[in-house]
């Protein structure tokens, strides 16, 4: 069966579409929380980034302290670029054993990559497609905004920092929108669904 490699810009919907799709049966593999996995004590991410930035940013329990790191790398891009470096490949890594781990116990299963930094890490051909949550930049500062409790000059740098819709849209094998109601949003999640899992429904 199919994986699935889905992403979105800030406050699209990207998150709430694999939750979705993750109550119609799909492994959904958050790439987020692989992230936090590579601070954890004994990784090898772990000891490079104290190598690299410092013992300043391990934490208490050998962890990374995600706050003093952040500091570092904030508004710096060479020291971002150190950091991804450092990080993306572990993901990368770990993402795609517990893809074949999932695989193993169940070959019919629908796996879901969720990754904000999918195409900027260039995990997209971890999956056999490429599907994309995009919204009108002017709804997600609004729903980002709201949500995030962030002014809309904090929500425009983001969105500024981040690939484009168009940018998105024309790497994707699957553009779902989610402008308007969430009755269509969710209309246009069972329709992908649907593409890709009609036996299981």
Not at 43 to 72: P, Q, S
Not at 138 to 161: C, F, N, P, Q, W
Not at 173 to 187: H, R, S
Request: charged residues 25%; proline residues 3%.
């Amino acid at each position: 069966m199919p994986i699935i490699c889905l992403t979105g810009g800030i406050a699209a919907g990207k998150s709430t579409a694999a939750r979705y799709f993750a109550t119609r049966g799909a492994k959904v593999i958050d790439a987020d929380q692989l992230g936090h996995a590579t601070y954890e004590a004994g990784t090898a991410a772990n000891d490079r980034l104290v190598e690299t930035f410092g013992d300043a940013v391990r934490a208490e329990d050998g962890g990374i302290d995600r706050k003093a790191l952040g500091g570092m790398v904030f508004g710096k891009p060479e020291a971002l670029k150190q950091l991804t470096d450092i990080v993306w490949p572990q993901i990368r890594l770990l993402a795609e054993a517990q893809t074949q781990s999932l695989l193993k116990e169940d070959p019919s299963a629908i796996v879901i990559l969720e990754a904000a930094v999918l195409f900027e890490a260039g995990w997209e051909d971890i999956g056999d497609a490429t599907w994309v949550v995009i919204t009108e930049p002017e709804v997600a500062i609004a729903r980002a905004m709201a949500r995030d409790g962030l002014t809309r000059e904090a929500v425009e740098k983001r969105l500024s920092s981040q690939l484009s819709n168009a940018d998105r849209a024309a790497r994707a094998d699957l553009v779902i929108e989610n402008n308007t109601l969430e009755a269509d949003f969710v209309a246009a999640l069972d329709a992908a669904w649907l593409g890709i899992a009609p036996i299981k429904d």
